[in-house]
Antibody, heavy 119, light 110 residues
């Protein structure tokens, strides 16, 4: 059974880069035609799509975050990653990684990891 | 401010039906069939309940149904059960490879 697990620092300083990794277990990240993506949820608030990457390496980003986001995939490690630069307190959120059968919906989510931006 | 508008709360008694709305524009909900709904219990990851307006993933009870009219999508939960109490989020494709969410609706089973 495929599972996703986020990992990375729980505390990031303002202006620095937030880096998270999603490890996919129970199946190969490159053996199927899925998108892999990141979605975040500030404490007590709603969901916000960050971006997706396809197996081919094509990336798709939320226009409001595009200038600060890079999503990459490492098929040898069965992982994909999120880098969000120049973070502020507004980037404090639970970050989820997810599998997308299409760009438009996610059918499998990780448990999420809380990242706090604070000095 | 979320791109899609949902009522902050909804409620119903066990066995009743409740409908949650999600209003967008002709650039998102009104322009595509790609509306999804997610259920989120406290402290848990969201779970896909409906995709492409009215499609149910395997394992989702048929008590959950989705529809769309114009720029508004709806999620209906029939035969309410205690475990349906959760937050529900809609999402829609918004063109140019962009995905937007609603602000969420807290469903209370009375």
């Amino acid at each position: 059974q495929l599972q996703l697990q986020e990992s990375g620092p729980g505390l990031v300083k303002p202006s620095e880069t937030l880096s998270l990794t999603c490890t996919v277990s129970g199946g190969s990240i490159s053996s199927s035609s899925y998108y892999w993506g990141w979605i975040r949820q500030p404490p007590g608030k709603g969901l916000e799509w960050i971006g997706n990457i396809y197996n081919s390496g094509s990336t798709y980003y939320n226009p409001s975050l595009k200038s600060r986001v890079i999503i990459s995939v490492d098929t040898s490690k069965n992982q994909f990653s999120l880098n969000l630069s120049a973070v502020t307190a507004a980037d404090t959120a639970v970050y989820y990684c997810a599998r997308h059968p299409t760009l438009m919906h996610s059918d499998l989510w990780g448990r999420g990891t809380l990242v706090t931006v604070s000095s | 401010q979320s791109a899609l508008t949902q009522p902050p709360s909804a409620s119903g008694s066990p066995g009743q039906s409740v409908t949650i709305s999600c209003t967008g524009t002709s650039s998102d909900i009104g322009g595509y069939i790609y509306v999804s709904w997610y259920q989120q219990h406290p402290g848990k990851a969201p779970k896909l309940m409906i995709y492409e307006v009215s499609q149910r993933p395997s394992g989702v009870p048929d008590r959950f149904s989705g529809s769309k009219s114009g720029n508004t999508a709806s999620l209906t939960v029939s035969g309410l059960q205690a475990e349906d109490e959760a937050d529900y989020y809609c999402s829609s494709y918004a063109g140019r490879n962009n995905l937007v969410f609603g602000g969420g609706t807290k469903l209370t089973v009375l």
